[in-house]
Every structure is written in structure tokens, then in C-alpha cells.
């Protein structure tokens, strides 16, 4: 082989070997980025099912009379919270509404309370799931290395206790 051949074989050598770095880095940077959007949607679908949940705890709180302002207050509280203050707040709601018995509300008010909080839970555990698929990729050493999680901040779980029944 003369020098030349050999020139030109590590050339394209380099040559794929460097467009293969950059088609997984890519790809990587596009992976990463559609599940920070899956984690932005879920979230939005939790809110929306939090949301709801509030409202219903709202309702059971004005049937409760006085006894029930502080329920209706922990729902405004949670509803109005940062996204970092929601998980306390939101806790908060659930072990007011875990206190509330059953056998004094309205049938329609006991199924709309089961129903939100079953929409919470499965907004929840889709949300923890898109958390942990992007946190996974994030914490691999090559993607912190390249910064392909550019500027958008990490995602956090959000543990909310679910209801026992009464």
C-alpha cells in the first residue's frame, strides 16, 4: 500500500467514524428533546386532573359547612401553588379528602371524587413515567458531557399520597 492509499483509508475512516458521532448525538439531542415534551404534555394532563380533583373537593367542602372551609381552602391553596410547592399542597388535599366519610355525601359527589382521583393517579404515573425515561437519558455520562439537555431544567417527580378509602 503506498502512502497515498493509506492517506485516503484512514481519511474515510475518520470520516465515518466522525459521522457516526455526530448521527448519535443527534439522534440522542432528538430523543432528548421529545421527552422533555412528553414530560411538558404529561404534566399539563396532571394539572388539568389536579384541577379537577380541587374542583370536586371544592363541592364536598361546601357540603360540609363550616367544617369543610379548610378543605376548600387546602383545594384553593393547591390550585394557586408553584410547581414546586404543588406536591406538598396537593398531599395536603388528599389527606383532607382521605378524612371525609362517604356515607354523608351525595352519591354523584362520591363518584366524581372516585373518578378525579382515579384520573390523578393515572396522570400521575404517566407523568413519573416520561420523568424517569428523560431522566434516564440525561443522566448518561456521553449526554452530560455533550450538554444535550441544553438549558432545560430536569425534570422532578411529583409523589402525591393517593386516598385510602373510609
Known amino acids: 500500500m503506498t502512502v497515498s492509499a493509506l492517506t485516503i483509508l484512514v481519511t474515510a475512516i475518520v470520516v465515518v467514524v466522525v459521522g457516526v458521532g455526530v448521527g448519535w448525538v443527534y439522534k440522542t439531542a432528538n430523543r432528548l428533546d421529545r421527552l422533555h415534551v412528553r414530560v411538558d404534555l404529561a404534566w399539563q394532563a396532571l394539572d388539568a386532573a389536579l384541577a379537577r380533583r380541587a374542583v370536586v373537593a371544592r363541592a364536598i367542602g361546601a357540603g360540609l359547612g363550616p367544617d369543610g372551609r379548610e378543605l376548600i381552602a387546602s383545594a384553593d391553596r393547591a390550585e394557586r401553588a408553584d410547581r414546586e410547592d404543588r406536591e406538598v399542597a396537593e398531599n395536603t ?18 363518584s366524581e371524587l372516585a373518578d378525579a382521583e382515579t384520573r390523578v393517579m393515572i396522570s400521575r404515573r404517566f407523568y413519573n413515567d416520561a420523568v424517569r425515561d428523560t431522566l434516564a437519558l440525561r443522566r448518561r455520562r456521553p449526554v452530560r458531557w455533550l450538554q444535550l439537555g441544553g438549558t432545560a431544567p430536569e425534570p422532578r417527580y411529583l409523589e402525591i399520597v393517593e386516598r385510602v378509602s373510609s
Do not use: E, K, P
Not at 93 to 108: E, I, K, N
Open 93 to 110: 388535599v388528599s389527606a383532607q379528602l382521605s378524612q371525609v366519610d362517604h356515607s354523608t355525601l351525595r352519591a354523584q359527589l362520591v
